[in-house]
């Protein structure tokens, strides 16, 4: 599983922009069966995306789709980790 941490780079009315395009990428990967969870961050200076995929390499696909990638309105961060603990609900969304 990763964790996406998206920064903005550019000023939130470059970011308003992009953001109806960014949600359509976010609705594709979610009906993909990609994507787990997301939103913002608050204060709003970037993003949260969680990500199911099989490898780094997927990931790296994946985000390479997005807009605020394409147009370089955001860095990414990504982390890999491996769930240990969760809610009992939490498995409904990942298998």
Known sequence: ?????????????????????????????????DFIASGPQNPRVGGV??????NREAVNNIVAQDPFKIHDIADYHIVEFTPTMFCNDFLKNIF
């Open 1 to 33: 599983m990763f964790i996406a941490i998206l920064t903005y780079k550019k000023p939130l009315s470059e970011v308003d922009k992009y953001l109806q395009a960014h949600r359509d990428y976010l609705a594709e990967h979610y009906a993909a069966d």
């Open 49 to 54: 995306i969680m990500i199911k995929a099989a």
